[in-house]
């Protein structure tokens, strides 16, 4: 069981939702700067994601708990985040360390609650890769 209290974002919402969730997965970082984590290895990553708005949809949620978690466990589960198409495609020419997984998974969130027509904004992520590192990824602006 995931409980922990996280830095709060400062926003403007009457909203703000919270999902934590926790997966398996294995990288490693082809840089020297690395060290050791240039081999593969896994981590169990533990995140939270933050979502802020004014306005609930039809049945009354922000953004469906289970939605958020789909779009994050499904794809990143038991895989190697280097083969990630995010991180393995010609455009993919950043490595996956916890600073870039946590931007990549704002970008997936927010790309899906942009089709939303009462569109609630992710508004941070935070990324735990071991017990004593994490990151946190918080947009500048909101997207328009
Ligand atoms: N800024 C970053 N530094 C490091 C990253 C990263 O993603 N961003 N990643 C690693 C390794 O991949 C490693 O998984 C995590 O390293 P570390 O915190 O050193 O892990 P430990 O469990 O060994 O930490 P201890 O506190 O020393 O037990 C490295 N750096
Ligand atoms: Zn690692």
Redesign the pocket.
């Known amino acids: 069981m995931i409980q922990q209290i996280y830095p709060v974002p400062d926003h403007p919402y009457e909203y703000e939702l919270n999902k934590d969730m926790h997966f398996a997965a294995a990288h490693y970082?082809p840089h020297v700067e690395?060290g050791s984590?240039q081999e593969v290895?896994g981590?169990t990553y533990f995140a939270n994601i933050t979502i802020g708005g004014d306005r609930l949809d039809d049945s009354g949620f922000l953004i469906n708990f289970q939605h958020i978690k789909k779009l994050i466990h499904k794809r990143f589960d038991h895989t190697m985040i280097n083969e990630d198409e995010r991180f393995s495609s010609e455009r993919g020419t950043e490595f996956p360390?916890?600073?870039v997984v946590a931007k990549v998974m704002w970008e997936i969130i927010q790309d899906h609650l942009d089709t939303l027509p009462h569109r609630p904004q992710c508004l941070q992520v935070f990324l735990r890769?071991?017990p004593?590192?994490y990151c946190i990824y918080r947009p500048k602006r909101k997207r328009s």
């Open positions: 970082i690395a984590c290895h981590h360390t916890t600073e890769e071991t004593t590192s």
